[in-house]
Every structure is written in structure tokens, then in C-alpha cells.
């Protein structure tokens, strides 16, 4: 019988070794919708802290309710499609 794997969220560093620089927020708060890029520089935090522990409000009306996910780099193009 399989057995449950345990595992660390990632920290800010873990995703730094992903390629990772920024975050991205989204507020949640009805007919606000704002939406904000923060690098990790700029939070201040150590590189240790949990990804999942950060939190924000909204520069634009004060709600706590925001989603943050990571902005994972771009790989370029994965292919092209040529039409004759």
C-alpha cells in the first residue's frame, strides 16, 4: 500500500532556483479586480519564507482577499505553425 509523501511548500528561494523574480496579485474584492506584479526584492522578506505565508491588501480599496501566484518565466515560443 502507497504511503503518503510529505513534502516543504516552497519558499521564496526554492522558486528563485525555478527561474522565479516576481509575484503576481490579484484582488479579490467584488468590482475592484486590481491587479499588481511585485518582485521579490521589493517584499523584503527572506528568501526563506514560505511562498503560501505571504500576504497583501490592496493599493487600490484596502481588501485583504488577494490571490498570489508566482510569475513563472517565459520559455519563448514552444512551436510555430507555418500556413501556405
Not at 5 to 29: M, T, W
Not at 59 to 80: A, I, N
Request: with cysteine; charged share 20%.
Amino acid at each position: 500500500m502507497a504511503t503518503k509523501q510529505e513534502y516543504e511548500p516552497p519558499s521564496i528561494q526554492h522558486l528563485k532556483a525555478f527561474g522565479v523574480s516576481n509575484v503576481r496579485l490579484f484582488c479579490d474584492a467584488h468590482a475592484c479586480s486590481h491587479k499588481a506584479t511585485i518582485g521579490f526584492e521589493a517584499l523584503n522578506r527572506s528568501d526563506q519564507t514560505v511562498f503560501s505565508e505571504l500576504r497583501f491588501r490592496c493599493s487600490k480599496c484596502g481588501s485583504r482577499s488577494v490571490s498570489v501566484q508566482p510569475e513563472w518565466p517565459s520559455h519563448g515560443v514552444l512551436y510555430q505553425v507555418t500556413v501556405s
